[in-house]
C-alpha cells in the first residue's frame, strides 16, 4: 500500500468546519483513498472512500486533488462527538488486496 | 443487532494461560481479520480470513491460532499468554477483499496479562 502522510493533531472549534489533510504522493492509479476514525475506546469507524472524483456521504465529504497526490476530509460541521483519531489509507482495488494498513492518524480535538 | 460483535469485552488473566475471543458477524461478508492495538495505539492486522481460509498471517507468533468455523466467525485462540499481548483486539469484516470494499469493526476485546 501507497503510504500516506497527516499532521499529528489539529483542533477545530464545534460548529466549524473540519479540514483534514493527506498526502498520499506515491499513490497508484489503481488506489482508493479512504478514511476511517476510531473515537476513542472504539473499534474504527469507516467514514467515506473514493478513487478519482470527489465523494460526498452523511457523515463526511472527501475532496481528491486533480493529481491525486493528496485528498482532504471535510466534516462539515464539527461537533464534540466527532473528537477522535482520522485515518487516512490507501489500498489498491484489485481484488486480493485484503488489508487495510493503518498509519499514525490525525487526532482531532473538537473544542466548545 | 450488532453489526460485528466480540465476546468477551474486557479479559483479565495471568501469564501461561490460554484465553479465546469469539467473534461473530451478521453483514453477511466473507472476509473476516483481527487487528491488534497496543500501548502506543497502533492498529496492525494479524490475520484475514475470506471463505474460512486463511489469506494473511502477519508474522504472528504461533501461540496464536484463528479459527473459522464458518464465514460468519473468527475466532482468537491464545496459547501461554505473555504480558506483551495485552492489547485490544479489534475483529472486522468486509463483503469483498479489492479496494473497493469498507471495512466493519467490532467494538475491541481489551486483553490484560498479568
Known amino acids: 500500500d501507497a503510504k500516506t502522510t497527516q499532521p499529528p493533531s489539529m483542533d477545530c472549534a464545534e460548529g466549524r468546519a473540519a479540514n483534514l489533510p493527506c498526502n498520499h504522493s506515491?499513490?497508484?492509479?489503481?488506489?482508493?483513498v479512504y478514511w476511517y476514525r476510531q473515537i476513542h475506546s472504539q473499534g474504527p469507524q469507516y467514514i467515506i472512500h473514493g478513487l478519482k472524483n470527489n465523494e460526498t456521504n452523511e457523515m463526511a465529504s472527501l475532496i481528491i486533488t486533480e493529481d491525486r497526490k493528496s485528498s482532504t476530509l471535510i466534516l462539515p460541521h464539527a461537533t464534540l462527538r466527532d473528537t477522535a483519531v482520522y485515518y487516512c489509507?490507501?489500498?489498491?482495488?484489485?481484488?486480493?488486496?485484503?488489508?487495510?494498513?493503518f498509519g499514525k492518524g490525525t487526532k482531532l480535538s473538537v473544542i466548545p | 443487532d450488532t453489526a460485528v460483535s466480540q465476546t468477551p469485552k474486557y479479559l483479565v488473566t495471568q501469564m501461561g494461560n490460554d484465553k479465546s475471543i469469539k467473534c461473530e458477524q451478521n453483514?453477511?461478508?466473507?472476509?473476516m481479520y483481527w487487528y491488534k492495538q497496543d500501548s502506543k495505539k497502533f492498529l496492525k492486522i494479524m490475520f484475514s480470513y475470506n471463505n474460512k481460509e486463511l489469506i494473511i498471517n502477519e508474522t504472528v507468533p504461533n501461540r496464536f491460532s484463528p479459527k473459522s468455523p464458518d464465514k460468519a466467525h473468527l475466532n482468537l485462540h491464545i496459547n501461554s499468554l505473555e504480558l506483551g499481548d495485552s492489547a485490544v483486539y479489534f475483529c472486522?469484516?468486509?463483503?469483498?477483499?479489492?479496494?473497493?470494499?469498507?471495512?466493519?469493526f467490532g467494538s475491541g476485546t481489551r486483553l490484560t496479562v498479568v
Open positions: 489509507i490507501v489500498r489498491p482495488s484489485g481484488a486480493g488486496s485484503y488489508q487495510l494498513t
Open positions: 506515491t499513490i497508484s492509479g489503481n488506489e482508493y
Open positions: 453483514l453477511g461478508h466473507d472476509t
Open positions: 472486522a469484516s468486509s463483503l469483498g477483499t479489492g479496494g473497493a470494499w469498507g471495512y466493519t
